[in-house]
């Protein structure tokens, strides 16, 4: 695949409505499309006020008339690992619109990723899958990632917050 057949830029705030469309397409595929709750002012705030919380990534696509069609994107962020004393990526999400599947677009923005990862020195380059989406999962493996089966994820959400924050039970 030629570089001239995409680009891979840093998204700006231009782009929020489109990172929108992706996440709520992202959401679909995984059957939870309610769930897609973030708002192009969510997204603006979030990530290009003065202290963002995330960074994203725009893959656009060339198209026949020469002009780029956003094709997919990837949102991630940092962690630190105070075992290592490093920053680690965390991917939240990657999704390439199926239009644009097959033609090794996931791998490039994965590839970007890495990277990003390896310019800023970190340790690990994370993400999740779900756990039926086996399509997904042999692409990640066939490129080193090593699925952690032994960790198991964790979560608070709304009123449990709360309720901890506030000391109840």
Known sequence: MSQDAFRIRNAVPGDVGEIAALIRELALYEKEPEAAKATEADLLRDGFGPE?????????????????A??????????????????SLYLEDLFVRPAYRGRG??????????????????????WECLDWNTPSLAFYESLGASVLREWLNLRLTGDDIARLAAGLP
């Open 52 to 68: 963002p919380y995330f960074r994203c990534v725009m893959l656009d696509a060339a198209a026949e008339n020469a002009s780029h």
């Open 70 to 87: 956003v094709a997919g994107f990837a949102l991630y962020f940092f962690q630190y690992s105070t075992w290592e004393g490093r920053p």
């Open 105 to 126: 677009f996931g791998k490039a923005l994965l590839q970007h990723l890495a990277q990003v990862a390896v310019d800023r020195e970190c340790t690990r380059l994370q």
